[in-house]
């Protein structure tokens, strides 16, 4: 696990300096706090930050094959690396590590830029194939391991965070204003664009080729849509099935010369991951938890119960308001906006969790894979309820409207929403709604009326970017075609960027067994009804197949997810800090948005009218990153 980055001034044919990729690498300290490399040869340079997991003693990076025509950085873990070693080896290849890292240099020449085919695990790599001056980069399939890249009138660079390229000298630092309104109604910024214009995010499952100064990708893997679904199989098979991926996935994220432990939330999905690691440990698992004083927030009596069923090693910790004063600094390691509030406990459960070892487990994906979501409950719903007419509905909407929301997901807040949602046209628009800080349409009022003439036809860019995902699997369930939709943007551009940045910040490596590719497609294999069963039995094949696993009063709750009391700290704790930053002169001088219509949703907020506390968590978060990387800017007339 580390960090990497590298330049190829391919134009100008200048020598890299070791002080450019030292600037960038430097950046990186955090993700690879053990160790550095370098490799330049002329107008070339890889560089990398290493945080020693396997083969401690000879796994320095970059890494060459034997005649150094070619070489690899690599961030992440291959898991089966030892196999696809012995292959090479037993086809003549010479090895001088013991390294995951050095299998992808030898399997490159053997495969070409098809290589990342052929890997099972969590990665972005980068190759410089010296005979034919060209530089190949690839990210793993679910997008784990991030990479961001940039053509320059100088350079390809490229990175695992977007600050390091901002060391290129001729980088244009100018905001993308789509990536403004993409971030307002997604929480994140999806690939392929960034906050800047002209640096991208490598999408996942893809692998880009720089050659002769021109640049292509292309996409090798996807989740088999619309193969055919093992409606067929009997459910006490695809169970026993099931488990056996799921516990061979846990099994081979096991390796590591370092402690190793596991993120345990108290639901389901790290239950299930704490409980086939203490079948696969032969010493007590070292679990962490973290929860909130606001016990209707806190997870943490959960978590003791599958604690003491397998004997862990348990840790507690408790995230309170005035912890929030590390959001600059979080803000400062995301790079660009991001609004997931559960940034802030991931980044503390990480921080304290590195205290006692250097990689943990967590159930990241199974909720996407096997339809876990309220809303796949509430979609499914409206179909129900799709024949009424549609001025019933706006009768009913009107009746909730007088119904106090003053905490989110409250059955007045749930009901408003699911009412609104079903009178939307089209399934991409509902869907949208149920996943939106700032639903469609909502930020019509929000934007002034020079950010909305500078977006133009960029406006409802997120809502187009959602809709490319249903348009490429018309032909699955509901059930199923949400959870595409979810694997190939919530999943990665929102959860895996989260999990990576607040792990990373502190030199902490996080490996997701639910995200294994084999545990996936066997889980789209699945027709949708195994997983969401009738309209309350969420992850239903999930829960049946490890129920005998998990103590009764795990397998029998609801999800709660990593949920921050936003509302009563903005209300308490965090009003004057709210208002210092987003209320402030240089806040309101940038020219996003409307004065008046900050002012009357903290109003609304503060008065107990409505529950706001995501939305003005966006908002803070979008001018805390201004003030790290663009606090000068402002919207010209």
Same mark, same amino acid.
């Given at each position: 696990?580390?960090?990497?980055?590298?330049?190829?001034?391919?134009?100008?044919?200048?020598?890299? !300096?070791?002080?450019? +990729?030292?600037?960038? @690498? =430097? #950046?990186?300290?955090?993700?690879? &706090?053990?160790?550095?490399?370098? *490799?330049?040869?002329?107008?070339?340079?890889?560089?990398?930050?290493?945080?020693?997991?396997?083969?401690?003693?000879?796994?320095?990076?970059?890494?060459?094959?034997?005649?150094?025509?070619?070489?690899?950085?690599?961030?992440?873990?291959?898991?089966?690396?030892?196999?696809?070693?012995?292959?090479?080896?037993?086809?003549?290849?010479?090895?001088?590590?013991?390294?995951?890292?050095?299998?992808?240099?030898?399997?490159?020449?053997?495969?070409?830029?098809?290589?990342?085919?052929?890997?099972?695990?969590?990665?972005?790599?980068?190759?410089?194939?010296?005979?034919?001056?060209?530089?190949?980069?690839?990210?793993?399939?679910?997008?784990?391991?991030?990479?961001?890249?940039?053509?320059?009138?100088?350079?390809?660079?490229?990175?695992? !965070?977007?600050?390091? +390229?901002?060391?290129? @000298? =001729? #980088?244009?630092?100018?905001?993308? &204003?789509?990536?403004?309104?993409? *971030?307002?109604?997604?929480?994140?910024?999806?690939?392929?664009?960034?906050?800047?214009?002209?640096?991208?995010?490598?999408?996942?499952?893809?692998?880009?080729?720089?050659?002769?100064?021109?640049?292509?990708?292309?996409?090798?893997?996807?989740?088999?849509?619309?193969?055919?679904?093992?409606?067929?199989?009997?459910?006490?098979?695809?169970?026993?099935?099931?488990?056996?991926?799921?516990?061979?996935?846990?099994?081979?994220?096991?390796?590591?010369?370092?402690?190793?432990?596991?993120?345990?939330?108290?639901?389901?999905?790290?239950?299930?991951?704490?409980?086939?690691?203490?079948?696969?440990?032969?010493?007590?698992?070292?679990?962490?938890?973290?929860?909130?004083?606001?016990?209707?927030?806190?997870?943490?009596?959960?978590?003791?119960?599958?604690?003491?069923?397998?004997?862990?090693?348990?840790?507690?910790?408790?995230?309170?308001?005035?912890?929030?004063?590390?959001?600059?600094?979080?803000?400062?390691?995301?790079?660009?906006?991001?609004?997931?509030?559960?940034?802030?406990?991931?980044?503390?459960?990480?921080?304290?969790?590195?205290?006692?070892?250097?990689?943990?487990?967590?159930?990241?994906?199974?909720?996407?894979?096997?339809?876990?979501?309220?809303?796949?409950?509430?979609?499914?719903?409206?179909?129900?309820?799709?024949?009424?007419?549609?001025?019933?509905?706006?009768?009913?909407?009107?009746?909730?409207?007088?119904?106090?929301?003053?905490?989110?997901?409250?059955?007045?807040?749930?009901?408003?929403?699911?009412?609104?949602?079903?009178?939307?046209?089209?399934?991409?628009?509902?869907?949208?709604?149920?996943?939106?800080?700032?639903?469609?349409?909502?930020?019509?009022?929000?934007?002034?009326?020079?950010?909305?003439?500078?977006?133009?036809?960029?406006?409802?860019?997120?809502?187009?970017?959602?809709?490319?995902?249903?348009?490429?699997?018309?032909?699955?369930?509901?059930?199923?075609?949400?959870?595409?939709?979810?694997?190939?943007?919530?999943?990665?551009?929102?959860?895996?960027?989260?999990?990576?940045?607040?792990?990373?910040?502190?030199?902490?490596?996080?490996?997701?067994?639910?995200?294994?590719?084999?545990?996936?497609?066997?889980?789209?294999?699945?027709?949708?009804?195994?997983?969401?069963?009738?309209?309350?039995?969420?992850?239903?094949?999930?829960?049946?197949?490890?129920?005998?696993?998990?103590?009764?009063?795990?397998?029998?709750?609801?999800?709660?997810?990593?949920?921050?009391?936003?509302?009563?700290?903005?209300?308490?704790?965090?009003?004057?800090?709210?208002?210092?930053?987003?209320?402030?002169?240089?806040?309101?001088?940038?020219?996003?948005?409307?004065?008046?219509?900050?002012?009357?949703?903290?109003?609304?907020?503060?008065?107990?009218?409505?529950?706001?506390?995501?939305?003005?968590?966006?908002?803070?978060?979008?001018?805390?990153?201004?003030?790290?990387?663009?606090?000068?800017?402002?919207?010209?007339?």
């Amino acid at each position: 696990m580390c960090g990497i980055c590298g330049i190829y001034k391919y134009g100008s044919g200048l020598p890299v !300096e070791r002080g450019d +990729l030292k600037a960038m @690498n =430097d #950046l990186l300290v955090h993700r690879g &706090p053990d160790d550095e490399g370098y *490799y330049e040869r002329g107008n070339v340079g890889l560089a990398m930050r290493r945080l020693s997991i396997i083969d401690l003693a000879t796994g320095r990076q970059p890494i060459s094959n034997e005649d150094g025509s070619l070489w690899v950085v690599l961030n992440g873990e291959i898991y089966n690396y030892q196999e696809l070693r012995e292959g090479l080896l037993a086809r003549g290849h010479v090895f001088k590590t013991k390294s995951d890292t050095e299998v992808i240099v030898h399997l490159y020449e053997e495969k070409g830029e098809a290589f990342p085919r052929e890997l099972r695990g969590m990665f972005a790599a980068a190759i410089w194939d010296d005979r034919k001056k060209k530089l190949v980069i690839a990210r793993d399939r679910i997008g784990k391991k991030p990479l961001f890249y940039a053509v320059t009138p100088s350079c390809f660079a490229f990175a695992s !965070e977007l600050r390091s +390229l901002l060391t290129i @000298n =001729d #980088l244009p630092r100018e905001i993308n &204003p789509a990536a403004i309104d993409a *971030y307002l109604t997604l929480q994140y910024i999806p690939s392929p664009m960034s906050i800047f214009k002209g640096v991208y995010k490598l999408e996942p499952a893809s692998v880009l080729v720089f050659e002769k100064g021109a640049l292509r990708t292309e996409k090798y893997w996807d989740l088999p849509a619309g193969a055919p679904k093992l409606t067929g199989v009997p459910v006490p098979e695809l169970k026993e099935r099931l488990k056996a991926e799921m516990s061979e996935a846990v099994k081979i994220r096991l390796m590591s010369e370092v402690p190793l432990g596991a993120f345990l939330s108290g639901g389901i999905d790290s239950s299930i991951v704490t409980a086939l690691m203490a079948r696969n440990s032969s010493a007590p698992v070292k679990t962490f938890s973290i929860g909130f004083k606001e016990e209707k927030f806190s997870e943490l009596g959960y978590a003791r119960q599958v604690a003491e069923m397998y004997g862990t090693k348990h840790t507690e910790f408790t995230v309170e308001a005035h912890m929030a004063d590390v959001l600059e600094k979080i803000a400062w390691h995301y790079g660009e906006p991001y609004a997931d509030c559960s940034a802030l406990p991931s980044y503390f459960v990480s921080r304290e969790t590195r205290r006692d070892v250097t990689v943990a487990l967590n159930g990241d994906g199974a909720d996407e894979a096997f339809g876990g979501y309220l809303r796949y409950v509430g979609m499914k719903a409206e179909r129900l309820i799709a024949p009424a007419p549609r001025w019933a509905k706006a009768a009913a909407l009107k009746a909730v409207g007088f119904m106090p929301k003053t905490a989110p997901f409250n059955f007045s807040w749930r009901l408003e929403k699911f009412l609104k949602f079903s009178m939307m046209n089209t399934l991409e628009r509902r869907y949208l709604s149920t996943i939106s800080f700032f639903g469609p349409g909502e930020t019509d009022g929000l934007y002034s009326g020079k950010f909305a003439g500078l977006l133009g036809a960029d406006k409802n860019y997120g809502e187009r970017y959602l809709s490319k995902f249903f348009a490429l699997n018309p032909d699955e369930d509901l059930l199923n075609r949400m959870s595409y939709t979810d694997l190939r943007s919530y999943l990665p551009e929102c959860l895996m960027t989260k999990m990576d940045i607040a792990s990373m910040a502190n030199s902490l490596e996080t490996r997701s067994p639910f995200l294994d590719h084999k545990v996936l497609e066997f889980a789209f294999s699945l027709p949708g009804n195994l997983k969401l069963k009738g309209l309350n039995k969420t992850k239903w094949i999930l829960k049946e197949t490890f129920r005998d696993m998990l103590p009764p009063g795990i397998y029998r709750r609801g999800k709660m997810g990593f949920g921050v009391p936003l509302g009563i700290w903005f209300r308490g704790e965090l009003k004057d800090y709210w208002t210092g930053v987003c209320l402030s002169e240089k806040a309101l001088g940038r020219g996003y948005f409307k004065p008046e219509a900050l002012t009357r949703l903290w109003n609304e907020h503060q008065g107990g009218l409505r529950d706001h506390g995501y939305k003005l968590w966006a908002l803070l978060m979008l001018e805390l990153w201004h003030r790290q990387y663009a606090d000068g800017f402002r919207i010209e007339d």
